[in-house]
């Protein structure tokens, strides 16, 4: 046995270690975030886009007050924040040399596709609640 290693098993040595590291968690943060824009972005596409061509204000307030649809727009505006965030992140760790400047580089990443995500609920909800 290793000098360190202790009574651990051989899984809690191999915890942690390894390339991978997080990596499979964001593989499938990415491809859950892709699967659910694929319905949402068709719903936003030719529901709420198409759908609401030349409508003026008062329309587009009735159609968001919908609960269905105020619920569908925040589940495409956070799931594309999310994909977003994500594979912005992979660009980062790829091309950002030195590790202080990879760490701010996705730290503000995270910030403002959180910041942006969190402007965008408020603007739905503001909408859909007649603010």
């Not at 694929?38 to 030719?46: A, D, Q, S």
């Not at 589940?75 to 091309?95: C, R, T």
Request: charged share 10%.
């Amino acid at each position: 046995m290793k000098t360190g290693t202790g009574m651990r098993s051989a899984l809690g040595r191999a915890r942690g270690l390894g390339a991978a590291g997080g990596a499979a968690h964001h593989w499938i943060g990415q491809r859950v975030t892709a699967v659910a824009l694929v319905p949402l972005g068709l719903w936003f596409v030719f529901g709420a886009v198409i759908g609401n061509l030349g409508a003026d204000d008062v329309a587009i307030r009735a159609w968001m007050a919908s609960p269905l649809n105020a619920t569908l727009m925040i589940l495409f505006v956070v799931s594309a924040f999310q994909h977003g965030a994500l594979g912005l992140q992979v660009v980062l760790e790829d091309y950002v040399h030195g590790a202080a400047a990879k760490n701010v580089a996705v730290m503000a990443n995270k910030m403002f596709a959180a910041a942006g995500a969190l402007f965008c609920v408020v603007c739905v909800l503001t909408l859909a609640l007649g603010g």
